[in-house]
Every structure is written in structure tokens, then in C-alpha cells.
């Protein structure tokens, strides 16, 4: 038999977001917990005949400006986002890449679909003007793990670096294996997080047959109302949101400030369906149990929880009560998708670090939209206006297609 391991928890000294509710950690606060609307609505010409012709989009960035034409050039949008949110987060954590170990850090990025922007433009490329136009950069900027790279060539990182693909769970899942990674000694910092953009014509278009989008056309900034009865699909997202995790101890060494900490992950597969969710929400529920005995935390002990709350029906409904039945009716519970949008790989990237984020100000994110709770959603759900709170114990849920689950339970610094 071998001896338990003991519980870990990686400090969270620095937070990165690139998001349609604001450029930064702090605008990006501030715009979810002060005016509780999402920002960047636009329609892109690629949608506007089809029935969801909107996305909540990153309007107030020119990625040229922050990296350098040169160097925007050499990567699809959505590794320009996570280079600019892992600038962002080191910066935040202090830390000085001159100075690092470059060996001891590692990167894990998820995205759902890399660089499908680039993959659709370049298909259209090649049936108006032939297959000789077609870019040689196609594969290198359009894979999922050239997020990682583009962060590792851009920060002189030569530790392990990968990128995961577990869909709409693919974030959090990048944070929690940064977890392990840290408390198997591998490195001593870990940049973790989601990268995504999708403004792709062929990608909406098939959401759109899958009914998974919402179509409120009259008012989009409207559309996304995560847990509400009127909710009728998500809303199209894009952007990054990265942490930098690090050994507790080597946190201590160098002074740093923890904003937080990750204590426990736990992942699973419904092996169910291809899209639905298992009904009975026992897959997600494993994932959460696992989490929290990894972090040895008791249920009653969760304050919060930031939802995957996608603004679909079915999915709200089997999260909420999965979460009543495993957590009780105490907590409260929020998505701010209703702000973000659905951001696909990126989610538990950028709701992890709101976790965070409404840990260190006791201050819980409210969803917008939500006008009207389903009657049969048995949660305190925090909606229109952000709710101080005290708690130490946050968690944070992502459920992907295909059945892939992630839950990670985060305590305060």
C-alpha cells in the first residue's frame, strides 16, 4: 500500500485577462462587478446571414500595437491573446524572465479549436484564388499548442510546455494539470490558463444547426442569461485568461503576494454523448468530489462557485442541481459568461482567475441577464449586482463536449 499523498496547494501570485468585458485583470473586474453587462458586442461580416449573428468580442485591443506587426504576424489571433495575458500575469506575479530559471517553468495552455480563424480564411483562400495561395504558415500558427509556444518564445521559457484539448473544459484543465505538474516537482512555476478566438464563420454556423447559440438578434448584449427561464443558448466569446502558479515555496523564497491558492483538481469523462451532458450530472459530480478530497475540503466549506453556466437548458439545469446535491443549497453561485461570452477553451481559464479575483475582494461576480431564475434551480444565485461575501473556500466547474469534466477548488492566500 502506498502512503497518501499530502494535500498541495500552488499559489496563485499572477493573473492575466484578455477578455470582451475589458483588456486586464483590473478593467476587466471592474466592467463585471460594477456595470454587470458584457462588453464588445459586435456582428463580424462572416455571420451576418446566419441566425446568431453576434459575438462578444475583444473590440479595445490592437494586438499589432502590443506585440509588434513583426511579431503579431507570426501568430493566429488567439496566441496573440495568450501572450499579451501571460505578459500581463507575469508582470502581475513579479517576476522578471531575465532572471528565472527558464528550465524550472512550465507552460500548459487549452483551447477547444487553436486556429480555426486562420484554418477558415485560408479554406477560402484556396477555393477563390487555388490551392497554390494557401499559407505555408497554416499548421504552425493553427495548431492547438502553438499558444504555448508563441508564450514560451515570447517570455524565453524552456521548461515542459504543452496545450490541452478537452473542448469547453480545456482551460481549467490546463490549470489543474499545471497543479500536479508543480506538486510532482516538475517545475517551480507554472503559466496556466485558456486561449481562444473563434470569429469563424463555418465553426458559428454549425452551432447554429446544433441550436447551441442563443438568437436573440434584437438585443444581444441581452442574450447570454446563464440559469434564467428564458435562457435559449450561449453567445460566442473570445480571449485569454492566464495564471502564473508557483511551488508555495518558491513563492515565499522571492516575497511574492498570493492572491490565492489552487488546492484541488479533480477531471473525468461522462462517456455519455458527443455533445449533451450526462443527465444525471454524475460525471461533473465525480470531478467535484475528486476536487475537493484532493484539497481535503468538506462540501459545507464552498462559499462560492463559478459555474460553467453556459446559458444552454439543459446544461444549466443538470450543473445546478448536481451542485445542490453535492454542495447543499448555502453557497452562492454565479456565471459570468453572461459577460464574457462562451469562450470556449478559454472559460476556465478566465473564470478561474475571476475566482481568484472574488476571493481576494470577498466579492462575489453577479450574472448579468438574469432576470427571472429557473423555478427549478435550487441555488442562491447572484444576479445583477455583485454581492459582498465572506468566504475562503471558491470553486470553479467546466464541462466540455465529448463529456469532459474539470472542477478545481481554490482557498485564499
Not at 47 to 56: A, G, N, S, T
Not at 308 to 314: D, E, L, R
Request: aromatic share 4%; charged share 20%.
Amino acid at each position: 500500500m502506498t502512503a497518501r499523498q499530502q494535500p498541495f496547494s500552488a499559489a496563485v501570485t499572477g493573473l492575466g485577462l484578455v477578455t470582451a468585458a475589458g483588456v486586464g485583470a483590473k478593467a476587466a473586474w471592474h466592467t463585471i462587478t460594477h456595470d454587470c453587462a458584457p462588453g464588445g458586442v459586435s456582428r463580424p461580416d462572416e455571420l451576418m446571414d446566419l441566425p446568431c449573428d453576434f459575438m462578444y468580442t475583444v473590440g479595445d485591443l490592437d494586438p499589432a500595437e502590443v506585440l509588434g506587426v513583426a511579431t503579431q504576424r507570426l501568430m493566429d489571433r488567439f496566441s496573440q491573446f495568450a501572450v499579451i495575458a501571460a505578459r500581463e500575469a507575469v508582470a502581475d506575479a513579479g517576476l522578471e524572465p531575465e532572471t528565472w530559471d527558464s528550465a524550472r517553468v512550465a507552460v500548459v495552455i487549452g483551447s477547444a479549436h487553436g486556429g480555426v480563424s486562420f484554418y477558415d480564411e485560408q479554406h477560402t483562400t484556396m477555393l477563390q484564388r487555388g490551392a497554390r495561395r494557401v499559407s505555408p504558415k497554416l499548421a504552425p500558427l493553427s495548431v492547438i499548442n502553438s499558444a504555448a509556444s508563441s508564450v514560451c518564445t515570447d517570455l524565453g521559457v524552456h521548461g515542459p510546455s504543452f496545450g490541452v484539448a478537452t473542448a469547453c473544459s480545456s482551460g481549467a484543465v490546463a490549470v489543474g494539470t499545471a497543479h500536479q505538474l508543480l506538486r510532482a516537482g516538475v517545475c517551480d512555476i507554472a503559466i496556466a490558463g485558456g486561449a481562444e478566438s473563434t470569429i469563424a464563420r463555418l465553426l458559428v454556423a454549425s452551432a447554429c444547426q446544433m441550436k447551441a447559440v442563443s438568437t436573440r438578434r434584437d438585443k444581444p448584449s441581452a442574450a447570454c442569461r446563464p440559469f434564467d427561464v428564458e435562457r435559449d443558448g450561449f453567445v460566442v466569446g473570445e480571449g485569454a485568461g492566464l495564471l502564473v502558479l508557483e511551488r508555495p515555496e518558491h513563492a515565499r523564497a522571492r516575497g511574492a503576494t498570493v492572491r490565492a491558492q489552487v488546492s484541488g483538481y479533480g477531471a473525468s469523462s461522462d462517456a455519455y454523448a458527443a455533445v449533451a451532458p450526462d443527465p444525471d450530472g454524475t460525471g461533473i459530480e465525480r470531478a467535484l468530489r475528486t476536487a475537493l478530497a484532493d484539497a481535503e475540503v468538506a462540501p459545507g466549506d464552498v462559499g462560492y462557485v463559478n459555474a460553467h453556466g453556459t446559458s444552454t437548458v439543459v446544461n444549466d439545469l443538470i450543473e445546478a442541481m448536481m451542485l445542490e446535491r453535492v454542495l447543499g443549497d448555502h453557497l452562492l453561485v454565479s456565471s459570468t459568461k453572461a459577460m464574457t461570452g462562451h469562450t470556449l477553451g478559454a472559460a476556465g481559464g478566465i473564470e478561474t482567475a475571476l475566482t481568484v479575483l472574488a476571493l481576494e475582494h470577498q466579492l462575489v461576480p453577479p450574472t448579468a441577464n438574469l432576470e427571472v431564475p429557473d423555478h427549478r434551480i435550487p441555488l442562491d444565485l447572484v444576479r445583477q449586482e455583485a454581492r459582498p461575501a465572506r468566504f475562503d473556500c471558491a470553486v470553479k466547474t467546466s464541462l466540455g463536449f465529448g463529456g469532459h469534466n474539470a472542477a478545481l477548488v481554490l482557498t485564499r492566500g
